[in-house]
């Protein structure tokens, strides 16, 4: 089944405690990217990556860091998580040729206290 | 800078009545425009999108929504609801074709009376 997984689904972490969110596709997708989920601001874009080793910043990039060294994986780092990163993280994957939208996987809830 | 409206936060329907959702973007270019869907716990399900040709595009689920450029609008039509479609629905514009980055909306929540 064609898939984006993410885990963990939910993750209870303390303020400066480094986590990593995992994700990984298995379509061959060239694209990926991490969104979070704020109640009243829709999905807002953190990182993207084009394809393996190449990663740029989105929208909200400050406090998360990405690394793409294969193709199907995408982790999403958070060295020094603070109260303001509690939030819904979605990994999604796209084509990078005629592209049709993203696939989402199915969301990690995070909460830093 | 692109934007994309959602100006129903919350709308009740009964089983069986029509639905249309709202959605108004503001982008400079032609835009791509999708509707996704998120269940409850779930991540978001693409409905359908818009990239260029009929205005009037089909999805799945029995959904449709159509462009209209005059008005800046993408809304959703659905012309008999069923109980499985209570979700949130978030209408999106492809900003950045290069970061394939997309702007959401806010949400629309979609309640379903029996």
């Known amino acids: 089944e064609a898939q984006v997984t993410q885990n963990p689904r939910y993750l209870i972490t303390v303020t400066g405690k480094k986590l990593t969110v995992t994700c990984s596709q298995n379509m061959n997708h060239e694209y990926m990217s991490w969104y979070r989920q704020d109640p009243g601001l829709g999905l807002r874009q953190i990182y993207y990556?084009?394809?393996?080793?190449?990663?740029d910043k989105g929208d909200v990039p400050e406090g998360y860091k990405v690394s793409r060294k294969e193709k199907r994986n995408f982790p999403l780092i958070l060295e020094s998580p603070s109260p303001n990163q509690t939030s819904l993280y979605f990994c999604?994957?796209?084509?990078?040729?005629?592209?049709?939208?993203?696939?989402f996987g199915s969301g990690t809830r995070l909460t830093v206290v | 800078a692109q934007s994309v409206t959602q100006p129903d936060i919350h709308i009740t329907v009964s089983e069986g009545a029509s639905l249309e959702l709202r959605c108004n973007y503001s982008y400079g270019a032609t835009p791509y425009l999708f509707w996704y869907v998120q269940s409850p716990g779930q991540g978001l399900q693409l409905l359908l999108k818009y990239f260029s040709g009929d205005t009037l595009v089909q999805g799945i689920k029995g959904f449709e929504a159509e462009f209209k450029r005059s008005q800046s609008s993408f809304n959703l039509r659905k012309p008999s609801v069923h109980w499985s479609d209570a979700a949130e629905y978030f209408c999106a514009v492809a900003a950045h074709m290069g970061r394939r980055a997309l702007t959401f909306g806010s949400g629309t929540r979609l309640q379903v009376q029996p």
């Open positions: 999604a994957s796209a084509l990078g040729q005629g592209w049709n939208g993203y696939t």
């Open positions: 990556s084009m394809n393996v080793e190449v990663t």
